[in-house]
């Protein structure tokens, strides 16, 4: 078959068909070229961001757990504080406690002494009240003694007589 102009144009489409394409695929590998290197950045970038996610978290950890430390500090300061205030009053208390027992101890025994001396004073009057009743008796023996040993020659007096009952036989 012998060479036609036709065959020539169409030889030369196929040609610059395929420098088409030639460059397309060019084309398309230098743009897979620069995507790979865009996935590169990219991946360096996630595993920039992800050590900075990472440091960020680790200090946040720290941070948190140094606040937890700080507040743990506080409730224990809140603590000692609290239990110092409180033993501090609970000492008040005793205090105030052991002066007022003090002072019912000394009425108790102001109140006792009073009691002892009342105790003394009515023994004093007992004994005063026995002696006087003694001396009483004393007296109405010896006047009974008296009238006893008198002769019976005066008339009685009818107050101090008193009626005997008779008995009829």
Sequence with gaps: MPWTRAMDEKFEMLLAMMKEIKAGQEEMKAGQEEMKAGQEEMKAGQEEMKAGLEKKMESGQERMEQVQEEMKDLIRAGK????????????????????????MEEEVQGVRGKIEEAEGEVHMKIEEVKSEVQEKMSDLDRRLSDLETRPNNFPANPDFMYSRPTVNL
């Design 80 to 103: 000692d504080e609290m239990r110092t205030h409180v033993e501090s009053q609970v000492e008040g208390i005793k205090d105030h406690v052991d002066g007022c027992i003090g002072r």
